[in-house]
């Protein structure tokens, strides 16, 4: 397995293999909390880049769903959990609808005064610990949606962003949203040292759009203008990519 500075990358031949390894790797990571304590708290991500490994996770019925916490990592601000694009419909639809896990906490990016949703979610991620996350990286190299120039010392946990053009743009390609005006201008997201805190970190990135990403985040410099790179100082970290996203390497 090659590293990059801290972090293992995996290649796989094809978008669905990808899925079945990030899927196998997420599994032991859940077994061997689970042998330790009663339940897991993990993170997950949404978006079409997860598909494969959402998809893999069926044919996986050894995961006990009923021990694991899910937590999700970002919202658009100001949507409902019922709007088509919402992230909290997602996890609902593709998670807890088909897994059922013990709890999942959605983010109230709706929730006014919006501080108060900040400090309620940042209480249940200081106390439920999550012990894993899984994740992908976006075309402008962002985690979840912490857009470049990105934070990567701030001591918060989830916080309200802007969205860059770009990130906007990669929701109306991937259906979302019929254009780039009907995206909303912010966002509630996990901060990249909360992305990055648990003990195992799996970023499932297949696709070809995002091949010139993952060149920046893993031959380029380490920097906020490509948020992804910070996986390269994050040794409980492991990068997934197919064929088409590795081209560039």
């Not at 991500?45 to 970002?74: C, K, Y």
């Not at 949203?177 to 990055?196: C, E, M, N």
């Not at 648990?198 to 995002?210: G, M």
Request: hydrophobic share 40%.
């Amino acid at each position: 397995m090659p590293k990059y500075d801290d972090v293992s990358v995996k290649i796989a031949d094809s978008k669905e293999l990808l899925g079945e390894a990030v899927a196998q790797d997420f599994a032991d990571a859940v077994k061997k909390v689970l042998a330790e304590q009663d339940e897991v708290s993990v993170i997950l991500a949404t978006g079409n880049s997860q598909l494969p490994f959402v998809t893999a996770l069926h044919s996986l019925g050894d995961i006990e769903w009923s021990r694991i916490n899910v937590f999700h990592m970002d919202e658009y601000r100001g949507m409902s959990d019922t709007h088509p694009a919402s992230f909290r419909l997602w996890m609902q639809q593709k998670i807890v609808d088909a897994f059922h896990p013990k709890r999942f906490f959605g983010i109230r990016g709706d929730f006014d005064p919006i501080g108060d949703e900040l400090a309620r979610y940042s209480q249940l991620l200081e106390s439920m610990d999550p012990a894993i996350c899984v994740m992908g990286i976006g075309e402008n190299g962002h985690l979840a949606f912490n857009d470049p120039p990105a934070d990567f010392e701030t001591t918060e946990l989830i916080h309200v962003v802007d969205l860059d053009e770009v990130c906007r743009r990669q929701q109306v390609g991937e259906g979302h949203f019929a254009t780039i005006a009907d995206v909303p201008p912010q966002a509630v997201s996990l901060t990249i040292p909360a992305l990055l805190r648990p003990r195992t970190v799996l970023v499932a990135t297949p696709e070809s759009r995002k091949a010139a990403a993952v060149k920046a985040a893993l031959e380029g410099p380490i920097s906020p203008s490509c948020p992804a790179s910070i996986l390269r100082r994050s040794p409980n970290a492991t990068l997934y990519l197919d064929r088409d996203s590795a081209a560039l390497l």
